[in-house]
Each structure stands twice: as C-alpha cells, then as structure tokens.
C-alpha cells in the first residue's frame, strides 16, 4: 500500500504529513513566498521522487 502524501496547494510542494502541507500553505498564501525552513522537510528537496498518490 503505497503511504500517503499531502500537497501544497499554493506551491504544489508534497509532504508526508497533513500539518506540514497546511504549514506550508499558510506561509505560502501569507508571504507569497516559500519558506526554506518548511520546504526542506517536502517530498521534493529529500531527494525522493514526486509522489503517484496525493491526498488533497
């Protein structure tokens, strides 16, 4: 079973956790900006590929 993944709807970055996503999603719409302290935690800057399954 493929694990869950959660995207950010203002960057589209993923993250394995809800909270992160909406962390990020609040910084993003706030700033219009992404914050390097929330993105190194994504899907994307671990090195690992995008995901096949997003929950939104």
Avoid: F
């Avoid at 079973?1 to 993250?15: D, F, S, V």
């Amino acid at each position: 079973m493929p694990e869950e993944n959660y995207e950010c709807k203002a960057c589209g970055l993923h993250y394995n956790t809800k909270e992160l996503a909406d962390k990020c999603y609040a910084w993003c719409s706030a700033h219009k900006s992404c914050s390097m302290e929330i993105t190194k935690h994504s899907i994307e800057m671990s090195g690992k590929s995008a995901p096949s399954s997003v929950v939104p």
